[in-house]
């Protein structure tokens, strides 16, 4: 009988999931285990890193997720990275989030993890740092969530003059042309930014 090496999987898991993070339910659902042997291989791991000082990430619990994490006794290096101006890439969550923003602004975060289907809150923080979005205004009605747009920053690294001369998309787009566009948009960005 093959030995299932449940922590390895459980950090790939983490992995993958980068900033979006999964919570005990999803681990379990993927490992096929209890929710209780899910958190107890979490758990594990978690002391694993911490005890080890020679690793230099941890696994953290944010909003209800479990995700991986640089430990702050590095900040200052992490800092030198972000403000190199080699440092341009964006992960997948947040290249989607962007096109959501740049095509349905000003669009609520709610709105926004209605059309993703997921979680969005740590790649709205990635294009903020990055000032490609920024917050512009609160919506009507009960909550008065955040509204977010594009900012000047996100017309220079496209070089468009307005948001008007983004690529049109259809008024009644099916799902396949709509995922095309979008990696249309996400190849041009990469292009514009890794150049």
Same mark, same amino acid.
């Given at each position: 009988m093959e030995i299932i090496n449940w922590k390895s999987i459980a950090e790939s898991l983490l992995f993958a999931a980068g900033d979006e993070g999964l919570t005990i339910k999803h681990i379990a659902e993927v490992l096929e285990?209890?929710?209780?042997k899910a958190n107890e291989i979490i758990e594990e791991l978690k002391k694993e890193y911490e005890k080890d000082k020679h690793r230099g990430i941890m696994?953290?619990?944010?909003?209800?997720?479990?995700?991986?994490?640089?430990?702050?006794?590095?900040?200052?290096?992490?800092?030198?990275?972000?403000?190199?101006?080699n440092t341009t890439t964006l992960s997948q969550a947040a290249?989607?989030?962007?096109?959501?923003?740049a095509y349905?602004?000003?669009? !609520?975060?709610? %709105?926004?993890?209605?059309?993703? =289907?997921? *979680?969005?809150?740590?790649?709205?923080?990635?294009?903020?740092? +990055? @000032?490609?979005i920024k917050e512009v205004g609160r919506?009507?009605?009960?909550?008065?969530?955040?509204?977010?747009? !594009?900012?000047? %920053?996100?017309?220079?690294?496209? =070089?468009? *003059?307005n948001i008007k001369e983004l690529p049109l998309l259809?008024? +009644? @787009?099916?799902?396949?042309y709509v995922q095309e566009e979008a990696d249309l948009f996400f190849?041009?960005?990469?292009?514009t930014?890794?150049?």
């Open positions: 285990v209890d929710e209780l696994i953290v619990q944010l909003a209800g997720t479990y995700q991986l994490a640089t430990k702050k006794e590095n900040a200052t290096y992490l800092k030198r990275l972000v403000d190199s101006p290249l989607e989030t962007l096109a959501i923003i349905k602004q000003p669009i !609520t975060r709610t %709105e926004i993890e209605e059309i993703r =289907g997921v *979680k969005t809150e740590r790649p709205l923080h990635t294009l903020m740092a +990055k @000032a490609l919506a009507e009605g009960t909550g008065r969530a955040y509204l977010y747009g !594009t900012t000047r %920053e996100f017309l220079d690294y496209f =070089g468009l *003059k259809p008024e +009644k @787009a099916d799902d396949e190849e041009k960005f990469n292009e930014i890794n150049s």
